[in-house]
Nanobody
Framework: QVQLVESGGGLVQAGDSLRLSCAGS????????LGWFRQAPGKEREFVAA????????SYVDSVKGRFTISRDNGKNTVWLRINSLKSEDTAVYYC????????????????WGQGTQVTVSS
């Protein structure tokens, strides 16, 4: 079982930057691709970014390319999502996710989910 715990969310101003963190269970973390999703109020959960198990390949939804960066450190059992130039439309609960295959995360069906961390952008 992969345990994922997000942190780093909060209330921020439009234009600010924020880094979200997700800590995973050490016994299995490095064997999984990881990703981030978000769910805005009243909307469906949306894929945001994913990273291969070795950290050498990433995938992003087109709308966040150039502004969001996903990274990981398997030695720290942690994956991050750096968000630059925050916009009000980024307001959502952000979830980290894990799956043996990056393509499953991109497709929106990872096998493991964290509990989420709230990001609220004021404008």
């Amino acid at each position: 079982q992969v345990q994922l715990v997000e942190s780093g969310g909060g209330l921020v101003q439009a234009g600010d930057s924020l880094r979200l963190s997700c800590a995973g269970s050490p016994q299995t973390f490095r064997t999984y691709a990881l990703g981030w999703f978000r769910q805005a109020p009243g909307k469906e959960r949306e894929f945001v970014a994913a990273i291969r198990r070795d950290g050498n390949s990433t995938s992003y939804v087109d709308s966040v390319k150039g502004r969001f960066t996903i990274s990981r450190d398997n030695g720290k059992n942690t994956v991050w999502l750096r968000i630059n130039s925050l916009k009000s439309e980024d307001t959502a609960v952000y979830y980290c996710a894990a799956d043996p295959f990056l393509r499953k995360i991109v497709a929106g069906s990872p096998v493991y989910w964290g509990q989420g961390t709230q990001v609220t952008v004021s404008s």
